[in-house]
């Protein structure tokens, strides 16, 4: 199976988390974990969900610390084998190869600008460049420094793919024509993220949200993502 769906696992509960995973392990093969269920739950708990289910790890904690201390954070939780460990391309050269000199059977993956950012709220936090640039920037200096996947709104994608032609791109904030954006501001459709060069959609309360309709109905609407991208 290969899915272009890492299904977010945002919950602090391990039981929901791993009730998730049996509900779309079907039809999705890589999950995000993220700092609100790692700081509840910790490694342990991560380590029991690895020994019941066989999925690929993206774990989402977008370390961002001088370097010494990201390469510490980083051999911390490397026992998890994750294939995907983020990242903030904003802390810098230094801490990225850090990073990655402790990670050699995963992909350091930059994370660039949020999605959660407008232009408006960019602009105001005192940055000189626009998001694409900044995005161009700091995506370049990251893959120069050893990070071998980017995350980037959809907006972002087809530029870093000319950066990056050989590294992983991930997009959050995706959503289908239609729901509600929630957090995200700077959204596509899955099929629009993909075709702007995107490798992975980053895609949560969309399908976990139909969990109070049962397994089901999740399994439904990733058939419907699924269906809208590859129709």
Same mark, same amino acid.
């Given at each position: 199976?290969?899915s272009?769906i890492i299904?977010? =696992?945002? @919950?602090?509960?391990?039981? #929901?988390?791993?009730?998730w995973?049996k509900?779309c392990?079907?039809?999705i093969?890589?999950f995000?974990?993220?700092?609100e269920?790692?700081l509840e739950n910790?490694?342990?708990?991560?380590l029991?969900?690895q020994?019941e289910?066989?999925?690929? =790890?993206? =774990?989402?904690?977008k370390?961002?610390?001088?370097?010494?201390?990201?390469?510490?954070?980083v051999e911390?939780?490397?026992?998890l084998?994750p294939k995907?460990l +983020?990242?903030h391309a904003a802390g810098?050269?230094?801490m990225?190869?850090?990073?990655?000199?402790v990670l050699?059977?995963g992909s350091i +993956?930059?994370? +660039?600008?949020?999605?959660?950012?407008?232009?408006? #709220?960019?602009?105001? =936090?005192?940055y000189?460049?626009d998001?694409s640039q900044?995005a161009?920037i700091?995506?370049?200096?990251a893959?120069?420094?050893g990070a @071998?996947?980017l995350v980037c709104?959809?907006?972002e994608?087809?530029?870093?793919?000319?950066?990056?032609?050989?590294a @992983?791109?991930? +997009?959050?904030g995706?959503?289908?024509a239609?729901?509600?954006?929630?957090?995200?501001?700077?959204?596509?459709t899955p099929k629009q993220?993909? #075709?702007?060069?995107?490798d992975?959609?980053v895609?949560?309360?969309?399908?976990t949200s #139909?969990?109070?309709?049962?397994?089901?109905a999740m399994q439904?609407?990733?058939?419907?993502?699924?269906?809208?991208?590859?129709p």
């Amino acid at each position: 199976m290969s899915s272009p769906i890492i299904l977010a =696992l945002d @919950t602090k509960d391990p039981k #929901e988390a791993a009730n998730w995973i049996k509900a779309c392990a079907a039809q999705i093969d890589h999950f995000k974990i993220g700092l609100e269920y790692f700081l509840e739950n910790g490694k342990a708990s991560i380590l029991d969900l690895q020994k019941e289910f066989d999925f690929k =790890l993206f =774990l989402d904690l977008k370390l961002y610390d001088i370097p010494n201390t990201v390469k510490g954070a980083v051999e911390s939780v490397s026992e998890l084998n994750p294939k995907f460990l +983020t990242v903030h391309a904003a802390g810098g050269a230094e801490m990225i190869k850090s990073a990655a000199s402790v990670l050699p059977g995963g992909s350091i +993956t930059a994370v +660039t600008v949020l999605t959660s950012f407008s232009d408006y #709220e960019f602009m105001h =936090l005192g940055y000189t460049k626009d998001i694409s640039q900044t995005a161009s920037i700091w995506a370049t200096q990251a893959i120069a420094a050893g990070a @071998t996947s980017l995350v980037c709104s959809p907006f972002e994608a087809a530029l870093m793919r000319q950066i990056a032609p050989k590294a @992983t791109i991930i +997009t959050p904030g995706v959503r289908l024509a239609g729901e509600k954006l929630n957090d995200q501001s700077r959204v596509m459709t899955p099929k629009q993220a993909l #075709e702007n060069g995107a490798d992975y959609v980053v895609i949560g309360r969309s399908i976990t949200s #139909e969990a109070v309709n049962g397994v089901g109905a999740m399994q439904n609407k990733i058939a419907q993502i699924l269906e809208s991208i590859n129709p």
